[in-house]
């Protein structure tokens, strides 16, 4: 779907929120091309325009990007039976 090209550095923070956000200004709308709307013609050769309901008739998008930063979850992790909250129930149920 997307594919302009431009280059984000991610970094994980050293203090402070976990939830970074970016904003990419004016991209092209690609539902009208970047014209801004749609040009109305009808039998009677009328003419009009139809601002594009995407854009809103600016013919440009902005792109805001979110990073969630979470710990990377280990094999270790995965497989430590004191970690699985299963065995601590199936335990409890066959008493």
Known sequence: MSSKHRIVFVTPPLYGSLEERF???GHRCGYCQGKG????GTP???SGWKPCP???GSGRMDAEV????KPQETDKQKHNPLNNEDNG???ANSD
């Open 66 to 69: 979110t990073v969630k930063w």
């Open 54 to 56: 995407v854009c809103k």
């Open 89 to 91: 129930k199936d335990k």
């Open 44 to 46: 009677y050769g009328d």
């Open 37 to 40: 709307g749609f040009a109305l």
């Open 23 to 25: 904003t990419s200004r």
